[in-house]
């Protein structure tokens, strides 16, 4: 496949500008596409007038970190291609999907500081005076927007203009991102409904439902679009479980002491949703008796006000949990960065990964 010039950042490109151009050329079709999509279902419609405004808008408050990867592993192997990167955007309206859809299971009012699309329906349904439940017509709404998202996702990356014998490559990975992000969310939601999972069962849901969702599978589904070699997607592949896992460990960690201004979340909102987060189940693994029963005591509340919340966080703080996950966020970057290291893999594209690596995983995302 020839490469088009298109949209192509000049080589001189730092990897942090580079980044940077492919992420606004991502917003670009990836807005463009969902706005003539909702153009085509709702445009004169009276239930698509929030629709039309809303699903364009959601789309242009992301980080297209998933497109972003998997761009990166089209051009691990491949020259830059138009096609590739619009590709590589349809990761983000899967990505779309899933935070529409989990707002909703989390009943979080708010998603990057702004109304979640629930949010933002039911008070439609509140401003037009309708019948019935606002709440429940927000979550219906929000839950139907995922739904075009996904289908959304998939005929984006169809018609891409990537060629088929190259989609044939990529649809394995696509799948298995699309199924583990579904099961991983179930093994999240058993997770927090239960006592307290174990560590282990934590990280397992931290591979499944971040590790590979965020990084690993978008890698490697943009390195099969480029028919990369075997060696290279192994490599992407372990770099990918590895940094996957950091960044999640640092949005638990986000989560429990993170500012709300960078988050956009309420303060220690995984705490009043009793998330069983890496952070919080560590500190009960490396409390000591007094810490774990004033922990459990805590955490058995039926609602934290924030004096509760204040103390809760600094029983985990006193535990030392959070000082070890950043080394094992430490430590799984230097794993991740020595596992692509002497690899085949052009030395810019090896520059972005570290620059991606640090991006995921730095303390004020």
């Not at 949703?273 to 039926?302: F, G, I, N």
Request: proline share 5%.
């Amino acid at each position: 496949m020839a490469a088009t010039t298109e949209g192509v950042v000049p080589a001189s490109t730092g990897p942090g500008g580079w980044l940077t151009s492919v992420s606004h050329a991502c917003l670009e079709h990836a807005s463009g596409f969902v706005a003539e999509r909702c153009d085509e279902q709702f445009l004169g419609r009276g239930e698509g007038a929030l629709a039309i405004e809303a699903l364009p808008e959601f789309v242009r408050e992301g980080k297209f970190l998933r497109p972003l990867f998997a761009y990166v592993g089209w051009c691990c192997a491949r020259p830059e291609d138009e096609a590739a990167l619009r590709a590589a955007t349809s990761l983000e309206l899967l990505h779309c999907f899933a935070l529409a859809q989990d707002d909703v299971m989390d009943r979080s009012a708010l998603r990057r500081g702004r109304p979640a699309l629930h949010t933002q329906f039911a008070r439609w349904h509140r401003d037009q005076g309708w019948n019935g439940s606002a709440t429940r017509f927000g979550e219906s709404a929000a839950v139907l927007s995922g739904d075009l998202f996904l289908v959304w996702s998939e005929q984006m990356l169809r018609e891409s203009g990537v060629p088929e014998p190259a989609l044939a490559r990529g649809w394995p990975h696509y799948d298995a991102m699309r199924s583990e992000l579904a099961a991983g969310q179930l093994a999240d939601l058993v997770n927090d409904a239960r006592s307290l999972p174990s560590w282990d069962a934590v990280l397992d849901v931290i591979r499944r439902k971040s590790g590979n969702y965020t990084v690993r599978r978008p890698l490697e589904f943009g390195a099969a679009l480029a028919v990369g070699d075997a060696p290279v997607l192994r490599a992407l592949g372990e770099y990918g479980g590895l940094v996957g896992e950091a960044f999640q460990f640092r949005d638990d960690l986000l989560g429990v002491f993170g500012d709300p201004d960078l988050t956009g979340k309420p303060v220690s909102q995984d705490l009043r949703d009793r998330k069983a987060s890496s952070v919080v189940v560590l500190a009960v693994a490396m409390a000591e008796a007094p810490q774990r029963r004033e922990l459990q005591l805590l955490l058995d509340e039926e609602f934290l006000d924030d004096d509760a919340i204040t103390c809760l966080r600094g029983t985990i703080a006193a535990t030392g949990a959070p000082d070890q996950l950043e080394k094992l966020i430490d430590r799984r970057v230097r794993k991740a960065l020595d596992a692509i290291d002497d690899t085949a893999i052009p030395s810019r594209m090896l520059e972005t990964l570290a620059v991606l690596a640090a991006r995921c995983t730095d303390r004020v995302r």
